[in-house]
């Protein structure tokens, strides 16, 4: 003799409401043999429904042992409850439990979104999910939601539901309470050739004795106890319907244990909880779109400012390496008279040879110029300017990154022959020249000596003070020095007057005429990691040949460019990184703002949660099911926040012309982000959800 299905053995069920404590079952005892047809009946209150939850796997009892297939089930871990209720049994509840705004198919292939079946394909469960419709009379109505259907329609889904898993035990909770005479026959037909053909074990609650006619066996129960437990014959109506079609399905009924294939299912779950976390956004669109409307702005928001700060620092660096890569600036130094020291440049202490030996004598540096400067007019045909006139070497523009446009640039042999040929800047070249003339070859008058232009120079626009670099003349030092500017005068006027030290008299206005004075010296390192050595190597050089002993002041000083990128570098990512920040709080509310439409979503959707799981989800399942919920919601509005903020970088950068410069870390972050904000903010409400009791549940109004 084989063990039975179902085994009660003392069971009781109490439940506390207020300070009363119910006793839903007492004491009750129980056998089922597999195969048997067994009616319960009872009035409302017996403890018929606590027992067939229990029996279910959806509840469990206070005392007693209750043992199905001969597994203790107090023993069963939550996934082996899980298991059990997904393959082993189909139960049709006594409210039908069908999930709203859910078409009576997707209602009907719900269960096989749990068990060994989520293999098959989409295309392969509704096939099967159309058939097990027609078969209880609703072929018609597949794409029908449950609020369309009358109240017998939505109890033949849930049997239709019941069935399509191939369940071992049916458990019906009044599954023809709803129903017409006619369609209650065919509906229990259709259970008795499942239990008379394929052996499903077969438990039934019921009130109507016609119904329980169709039991081989009928308990009766009051108060939590079996009054009786009577063995009987079968009735057949002789105004029983054709049963062609319940046969049918009844023969497609396998009970027989399938193998899972892991990897397959796998893939099924991720694809049906992806699957029913959008069907469950869709039904909601105007809150779902609202809620990742926090990500949206947060992630928009932290590309565009993102792309504004690159833009500003790409755009600081380009103008400081417009200045020229690994280089040193060397000015001249002040003077001292009657104890007053003047500032900055307003002595003439470097010379052409400290130039010449700086380059000769230093390891570290591998070029070397050095100019004279002087603001001075000049004239094309009926135009004049007053622009900045340089006297430069031709290193000059290969040491600070210059360019030329058009032309040629200055060689040593004009340099050293003193040829009267100049470079002009693009603010000179607009200044004097009209629109579209060539200006190679022109003569222009520089001071009175006439020039000719041999290269125009490429455009560099402005520093970061506002002063224009292209409004510049450059002609050779020599040239400079003997025929145009004279002698490098101080950059800063000297009016010192000492009553102890009167200035000598110079009664024809004679200035001393000194050659080889240079106004600035330029030093290019021979690379980044050099300026450094380059610095101390030129400084010693010049105290060297300036014989300045120690502890005096130095007569120069040395400028380092690269101190200022840095500086302006450091300053840049400061900026862009508070900007950053303040993207990210947008995305920290909009994650506030998904954790708590997802708690509301929790209690709205109570009754669904205990649906599935009472037809086979584990909690894992219904835990990454909210999770991907969130992180849909999440990385949807991450993704169109991305699209946007790109759009925005763009517009601001055409309307506003600001340089912007799109970061693809802050585009890969900013979707990093958004999925993290999903899993982060969605888990809470996603483990409460997970956490719920399925019978309280199913229960839940």
Known sequence: MTDPVVRLIDLTRSFQLGDTEVHALQGVSLSVDRGEFVAIMGSSGSGKSTMMNIIGCLDRPTSGQFVFEGREVARLSEPELANIRSKRIGFVFQSFNLLARTSAL??????????????????????????????VGLADRARNMPNQLSGGEQQRVALARALINHPAVLLADEPTGNLDTRTSHEIMEIIRRL???????VIVVTHESDIAAYADRVIMMRDGRILSDTHQVAVVTPDRPDTSATAAVAARVDITARPDDASGLRLAFLSMIVSASLQALARNKLRSTLTMLGVFIG???????????????????????????NMVVVLPGATTAGGVRAGAGSASTLTVVDAQTILRD?????????????????????????????????????????????????????????????????????SLFPPGEDPIGAIILIKGVPMRVIGLLASKGQTGFGQDQDDVVMIPFSTAERKVLGVAAPQTAQNLVSANYPAAPNAFGISPRMTGYVNSIYVQAGGADLVNTAISQVTATLARRHHIQTGQLDDFSVRNLSQIVEAQESSSQVMTTLLAMVASISLLVGGIGIMNILLVSVTERTREIGIRMAIGARRLQVLLQFLSESVLLSVTGGVAGIGFGLLMSSIISRLAHWPTQISLTAVLGGFAFSAAVGIFFGFYPARKAANLNPIEALHYE
């Open 195 to 201: 239990n008379r053909e394929q052996g499903v074990t």
């Open 362 to 430: 230093d390891p570290a540096v591998q070029r070397v110029s050095y100019l004279t400067r002087q603001a001075g007019q000049v004239q094309y045909g009926d135009q004049n300017w007053s622009t900045a006139i340089q006297g430069v070497t031709p290193s000059y523009l290969d040491i600070v990154s210059w360019h030329i446009a058009s032309g040629s640039s200055m060689t040593e042999q004009q340099n050293d022959a003193a040829e009267t040929v100049c470079l002009i800047g693009q603010t000179v070249y607009q």
């Open 106 to 135: 997707e209602n009907v292939v719900l269960p096989l979104l749990y068990g060994a079946a989520a293999a098959l394909t989409s295309s392969q469960r509704n096939d099967r999910g159309r058939d097990v419709l027609a078969s």
């Open 299 to 325: 992630v928009a928001a932290l590309i565009a400012m993102v792309a504004v700060g690159d833009g500003a620092s790409a755009a600081v660096k380009k103008q400081l390496e417009s200045l020229g890569t």
